[in-house]
């Protein structure tokens, strides 16, 4: 829920408490699990503001999730390799020549 909601753009924990009916406390908790993951990320003028943004792979959690529940599925690896696909060409020539 946290993901869709910041997928639709930046926000801050209070108003996604209000927008998702939960307990602030437990919105700022799941964010900061969710900054832990690299899914998140935290923005704006100060190291310590609120503000939050969606990570590319956080993105890319929210695409795949109905996979998260398989068992036969290495998530992380997953959007590891998601991730890799989807970098610029000049990277991507970059570790060809290595």
């Known amino acids: 829920m946290i993901l869709d909601r910041l997928r639709e753009g930046r926000n801050v924990g209070a108003n996604l408490a209000i927008e998702l009916d939960r307990n602030r406390g437990y ?9 832990t993951l690299e899914l998140v990320r ?14 590319d792979r956080g993105d ?16 992380a690896a997953l959007l590891n390799s998601e991730l890799n696909t989807s970098e610029s060409p000049e990277t991507n020539a970059e570790a060809a020549e290595e």
Request: hydrophobic residues 35%; proline residues 3%.
């Open 27 to 35: 919105i700022n908790n799941q964010l900061s699990k969710l900054a």
């Open 42 to 55: 935290r923005v704006g003028p100060s190291e310590n503001g609120g503000l939050y943004e969606l990570t």
């Open 60 to 75: 890319a959690a929210v695409t795949y999730r109905e996979m998260y529940k398989d068992e036969s599925v290495d998530f």
